[in-house]
């Protein structure tokens, strides 16, 4: 296992860049996406409300390989052709912003609602509200299953291979059939995974730490 | 235009991959609601011993992706001599990556009756198997149930990674359903609606579960030696 991370240590660097830019830009995309559903969610207009529902009801209901296959197969179809790595971002994107959305709507209802009643008030805009007192808190309470969200779509990600994007599967297979020995590329990859997602458990756990003071209560 | 005689025409390759799908994901989960079970109550009858191990478990299970599990059973098993077939191999990997998922749902679970209750019944005489049946399982039944069936949701939808080894479940057949007819919408998303009638299904057999916990009276309890007295 260490053998296969020393001998080959160029090819799985490169393999698990590429995962770690597919993932954190279709979580930093999805998490404007999902943030601006959570208020299509919440609103009081149907039109508004009912498509986001759907939406989050279809990519949260299907698995993420059919989803990835779907997009992957259909863009071609409707005639725009874009390289697997783009597909796999947008795919991980658009299924990313429906499970966020859903954390920062379940996020929102929980800042109390006098603190909003007294903005309107106090004539601050409906936009200013959610920038600069809904927001903020909004990401202190949702940094835990944030942080769960962010794991997931890095070990979603791996599944991105299927549609041959070299990221950090795709090269353990790669070496796997090269040096004949599947167990230890496949357990030095999990390494590398496991290795990437406790250093993120930890980062979230230092700053809800750090956060915690600062959260506006009742 | 979407074309539903394709989805008739290939009924028998959807039927087959719902089949493998369901039976695959029902055994998986099986096991992984079992040995969750087993995992949480080795460390809460011996948590000297058990909790650090199990936490290392739990990690790995969160840590690792599920398609790295299934490509070690089913591709690096065999250098040690454990050469299982793809479906026993997508059984296994999803048992033993949900049990992971599992030990923590139960630990919370248990860790949720307050300790009150359990030094209360202990003064009053109650046995421990009446301890455990009637007032740590009750309650805690009622607290895991929902993030179970969220766990059990999120299985059924991992399970797709095991056409990747080669399993002929929905995904791999819809994929070689476009693959024949060149249609790509039809077949994914009649799959896609398979899968979603499959979660829907568990969400609402966990829904009216956790109804039925919450409405349930609990029995007395007969206190040891015979109901000869009851005071207070």
């Excluded at chain 1, 795919?91 to 006098?114: D, K």
């Excluded at chain 1, 040096?179 to 496949?186: D, G, N």
């Excluded at chain 2, 048992?95 to 009756?113: C, D, H, M, P, W």
């Excluded at chain 2, 300790?115 to 198997?129: Q, V």
């Amino acid at each position: 296992m260490f053998e296969i991370l020393l001998n080959h240590y160029p090819a799985l660097a490169e393999g698990l860049t590429t995962t770690l830019v597919v993932s954190l830009s279709a979580i930093a995309l999805g998490l404007v996406l999902g943030v601006l559903m959570a208020f299509g969610l919440m609103s009081r207009h149907r039109l508004l409300a009912w498509p986001c529902g759907l939406y989050r009801s279809f990519w949260r209901g299907t698995p993420i390989l059919l989803q990835l296959l779907l997009v992957y197969y259909l863009l071609p179809e409707v005639g725009i052709e874009i390289a697997p790595i783009y597909a796999a971002i947008l795919t991980l994107t658009l299924n990313t912003a429906a499970f966020q959305s859903e954390i920062f709507r379940s996020g929102i209802s929980h800042i109390p609602v006098g603190q909003i009643e007294a903005a309107r008030m106090a004539g601050i805009s409906t936009w200013q509200i959610r920038k600069r007192i809904i927001m903020p808190q909004v990401f202190r309470l949702t940094l835990p299953p944030l942080t769960n969200e962010i794991i997931t779509i890095l070990k979603n990600s791996s599944l991105i291979s299927v549609i041959a994007v070299t990221e950090l599967m795709r090269v353990s297979e790669q070496i796997a059939s090269r040096t004949f020995q599947p167990l230890e590329t496949y357990l030095a990859a999990a390494l590398l995974y496991l290795a990437v997602n406790l250093v993120l458990a930890r980062v979230s756990a230092y700053l809800e730490r750090r956060m915690v003071g600062g959260l506006a209560t009742e | 235009m979407f074309d539903i005689t394709i989805l008739w025409e290939t009924r028998e390759l959807i039927l087959q991959g719902l089949w493998n799908t369901v039976w695959i994901c029902f055994l998986g989960c099986l096991l992984a609601l079992s040995l969750g079970l087993v995992l949480a109550a080795l460390r809460l009858a011996n948590p000297r011993i058990f909790s650090y191990p199990v936490a290392c478990y739990v990690e790995l299970c969160r840590g690792i992706p599920l398609l790295i599990l299934l490509f070690l059973l089913y591709y690096g098993g065999p250098s040690i001599g454990l050469t299982l077939s793809a479906s026993v191999a997508g059984v296994v990997g999803i048992g033993l990556y949900g049990a992971g998922y599992f030990a923590e749902i139960y630990r919370g679970g248990f860790k949720s009756v307050p300790k009150g209750h359990l030094e209360a019944a202990r003064m009053l005489g109650i046995s421990p198997w009446h301890v455990l049946t009637r007032i740590q399982i009750p309650q805690m039944a009622r607290l895991i149930v929902p993030p179970s069936t969220n766990q059990l949701i999120i299985l059924v939808k991992e399970s797709a990674l095991i056409s990747i080894i080669s399993v002929d479940d929905l995904t791999k057949n819809a994929t070689s359903i476009v693959n024949q007819t060149f249609q790509v919408i039809e077949p994914y998303l009649a799959v896609a609606l398979l899968y979603w009638l499959i979660i829907e299904l568990i969400a609402r057999g966990g829904y009216a579960l956790e109804k039925r916990l919450a409405n349930r009276q609990p029995r007395p309890i007969e206190p040891r030696g015979g109901t000869r007295h009851a005071h207070g």
